[in-house]
């Protein structure tokens, strides 16, 4: 038992020799989160139903990723816009929302760029659900391109002013809808 004692010690410190050395060869991975809130105009058309132009508030509005380098970054962003749909008997909030992946660019410091394509929702709002029948989602395809301004930074924390347009389309039952935003928000995010 006293002889297995240093063997023990002897493994653990090669075992922790070798691991801190991987980790000095490979880069650190470096996230990036956000969210933001704003305002949105929002216009929302289909075959049967057409909702009229409307200005909303624009949530969720947010984005995890990696950045690839100094200048450019990978991310998921989950967009949102709420707006009322009047086609039923009763006057509901629902989301036109996304699952972007996205690219991000920044081009000279404090400003970026944004695009990307993916999942298209439109969603009920979670708060104005009154029975199982407004429960319903209706899934097709969104893309998004955008652009920001970082006006204040402390650390790796900055706040920022965004703009983004977004545009999409969702099959629901009565024929496909075809959506479209443009956001002016306010976001925090670390980079």
């Given at each position: 038992?006293?002889?297995?004692?240093?063997?023990?010690?002897?493994t653990?410190?090669?075992?922790?020799?070798?691991?801190?050395?991987?980790?000095?060869?490979?880069?650190?991975?470096?996230?990036?989160?956000?969210?933001?809130?704003g305002?949105?105009?929002?216009?929302?058309?289909?075959p049967?139903?057409?909702?009229?132009?409307?200005?909303?508030?624009?949530?969720?509005?947010?984005?995890?990723?990696?950045?690839?380098?100094?200048?450019?970054?990978?991310?998921?962003?989950?967009?949102?816009?709420?707006?009322?749909?009047?086609?039923?008997?009763?006057h509901?909030?629902?989301?036109?929302?996304?699952?972007?992946p996205?690219?991000?660019?920044?081009?000279?410091?404090?400003?970026?760029?944004?695009?990307?394509?993916?999942?298209?929702?439109?969603?009920?709002?979670?708060?104005?659900?009154?029975?199982?029948?407004?429960?319903?989602?209706?899934?097709g395809?969104?893309?998004?391109?955008?652009?920001?301004?970082?006006?204040?930074?402390?650390?790796?924390?900055?706040?920022?002013?965004?703009?983004?347009?977004?545009?999409?389309?969702?099959?629901?039952?009565?024929?496909?809808?075809?959506?479209?935003?443009?956001?002016l928000?306010?976001?925090?995010?670390?980079?």
């Amino acid at each position: 038992m006293k002889s297995l004692i240093p063997v023990l010690l002897l493994t653990g410190v090669i075992i922790n020799n070798g691991y801190s050395q991987e980790i000095k060869n490979h880069p650190k991975i470096h996230f990036i989160y956000s969210a933001s809130v704003g305002f949105s105009h929002i216009e929302i058309g289909g075959p049967i139903v057409t909702v009229a132009p409307q200005s909303s508030i624009s949530i969720p509005n947010l984005k995890f990723g990696v950045k690839l380098g100094k200048h450019s970054a990978v991310a998921l962003m989950l967009p949102g816009t709420v707006y009322t749909d009047y086609s039923t008997d009763r006057h509901q909030s629902r989301g036109f929302e996304g699952i972007v992946p996205v690219f991000q660019y920044w081009p000279v410091k404090n400003l970026w760029l944004v695009a990307g394509a993916g999942l298209g929702l439109d969603a009920p709002a979670f708060y104005d659900i009154k029975s199982d029948d407004e429960r319903k989602f209706y899934f097709g395809t969104t893309s998004l391109v955008g652009a920001g301004y970082e006006f204040w930074h402390k650390g790796k924390f900055a706040l920022d002013i965004q703009s983004r347009i977004r545009m999409g389309s969702v099959n629901k039952p009565d024929g496909e809808c075809f959506g479209f935003t443009a956001d002016l928000m306010l976001g925090i995010s670390r980079n």
